[in-house]
């Protein structure tokens, strides 16, 4: 059931939460061992929690999944590494996490996730890997790749993510779940173990438009301890969520609609596209000139933050810590040589590579420079169009294992839904079909609909329309 549904039942006194919570555990344990979405979970804690849950809240008595590197009081927080798999134990909630709790909401499980959110299809995570539910020989998407198949194989209600370049959008679209992307600083990232800090947002992976509009009402919001997040109103995001798209223009960006692009994705997104205009809305073509450059922008500036947010994994502090060292240099290289695999360390060393001397100018400076061309683009494009429509991957999920040795063609599988990272504008996909790919069969395809800075309010009542 929907977070909306089982409010209804929980305030008719139809069920409890405790009895959610039991029902959800029989669920994962009959179906999780398949799908690998969860990490851990901690049922008596949880019932704890739910014996005193406020119904009276928007979220009272829901349980939420919580992807493995969004820290939760008490619980593990590994990022799918065995850096931290072993001995580290969260100290704090999240900002996120309290929010969840103040709306009544209860924290209900640690969610698989490429190793430190690095990757696009949960196969880098280095404790297991995700399956899709759709297709168990399939990925579920990635980083967020466990949050989206809990939701999909209904062992999760809900869940959150985090999307650095399409890491909740992407496996939104390949689960055929909703996925958000909050405008960056619309949400606090105090307590997500930093990736890429200026590209980094939580967000929520649901089952409808209306859940992922009310998990965004709880979490988003200034918060003091993130200096990134932004100090504005939040508006109520359900007050227009079923107004529909008469009268909006919707722009279509003719540089995501052109070569390789997989035919079932180009159909299933065009229809949706077309159903748009339909019930009113205005389609439009226009152009994001620089969006070409996305993918390389991104693989320069996302590592070289990487490298920098990383160092602080050297097995003193926290972690994993090698045994024997010759020397504190020893500590440190056999600790982050032990405990990182190998997209990290590929990513660390690109990183450290394009900020080191002589290199940074060349590489870093000027893909801050192409990033403020592809902001501008959306910038101009949004003083045409209210929201822009496209595909959010060019193909459904692709077979595990397929992209093993070509980490390049694996990068390029984002090239749709890094931009918004870039620009720091909000994306949600909505599922908008099925397709047939590679041997697959009714495989999801996810629209993406991509707006304004902080113009969540709109983009959720356009993918309620879808």
Do not use: W
């Not at 077979?399 to 994306?427: C, K």
């Amino acid at each position: 059931m929907t977070i909306t549904q089982l409010r209804q039942q929980l305030l008719a006194g139809e069920t409890t939460s405790t009895a959610i919570l039991q029902q959800l555990a029989g669920e994962i344990a009959a179906r999780d061992p398949q799908t690998g979405a969860y990490l851990s979970h901690d049922l008596e804690s949880a019932i704890a929690e739910a014996a005193h849950a406020d119904l009276s809240l928007p979220l009272g008595g829901i349980p939420i999944a919580i992807k493995d590197n969004i820290n939760v009081l008490g619980q593990p927080c590994t990022c799918g590494s065995k850096f931290l798999s072993e001995n580290y134990t969260s100290p704090y909630d999240a900002s996120v996490v309290k929010k969840l709790r103040a709306a009544g909401a209860i924290p209900f499980g640690r969610m698989n996730q490429d190793e430190f959110a690095m990757g696009s299809a949960t196969e880098n995570s280095a404790l297991q890997i995700t399956r899709n539910p759709h297709d168990p020989q399939r990925i579920p998407g990635g980083s967020s790749g466990g949050s989206a198949a809990a939701v999909a194989d209904h062992t999760a209600i809900a869940a959150l993510g985090s999307d650095t370049g399409g890491s909740i959008r992407q496996p939104a679209s390949h689960c055929g779940v909703v996925g958000l992307k909050p405008s960056y600083g619309r949400v606090s990232r105090y307590g997500l173990v930093a990736f890429a800090s200026s590209l980094d947002q939580i967000g929520p992976l649901t089952q409808s438009v209306d859940d992922a509009a009310l998990i965004l009402q709880a979490i988003a919001g200034y918060d003091p301890l993130d200096s990134t997040c932004l100090d504005v109103p939040v508006p109520d995001y359900l007050t227009n969520i079923n107004d529909g798209v008469r009268g909006m223009k919707l722009g279509v960006p003719k540089e995501y609609f052109g070569t390789g692009i997989d035919p079932g994705v180009r159909k299933n997104v065009e229809a949706a596209i077309q159903k748009l205009a339909a019930q009113g809305a205005e389609i439009v073509e226009i152009s994001l000139p620089h969006s070409e450059h996305a993918v390389a922008t991104y693989y320069v500036i996302a590592p070289a933050e990487a490298s920098s947010n990383l160092s602080r994994f050297d097995g003193i502090r926290y972690g994993r810590r090698a045994a024997n060292p010759t020397d504190i240099l020893d500590l440190y290289k056999k600790s982050r040589e032990e405990g990182f695999g190998p997209e990290v360390k590929r990513r660390i060393i690109l990183g450290t590579y394009v900020l080191s001397s002589g290199y940074y100018d060349a590489y870093y400076s000027r893909a801050q420079k192409v990033r403020t061309l592809i902001r501008r683009d959306f910038e101009t494009a949004f003083q045409h169009v209210d929201a822009i429509v496209s595909p959010i991957a060019p193909t459904p999920a692709r077979r595990i294992g397929a992209f093993a040795n070509d980490p390049l063609h694996e990068y390029l599988s984002d090239i749709f839904t890094i931009s918004a990272n870039l620009a720091g504008i909000p994306g949600i996909s909505v599922p908008c079909g099925t397709t047939d790919f590679d041997g697959g069969t009714h495989l999801p395809v996810g629209l993406q609909i991509l707006g304004p800075h902080l113009g969540e309010a709109k983009l959720l009542q356009i993918a309620k329309a879808v």
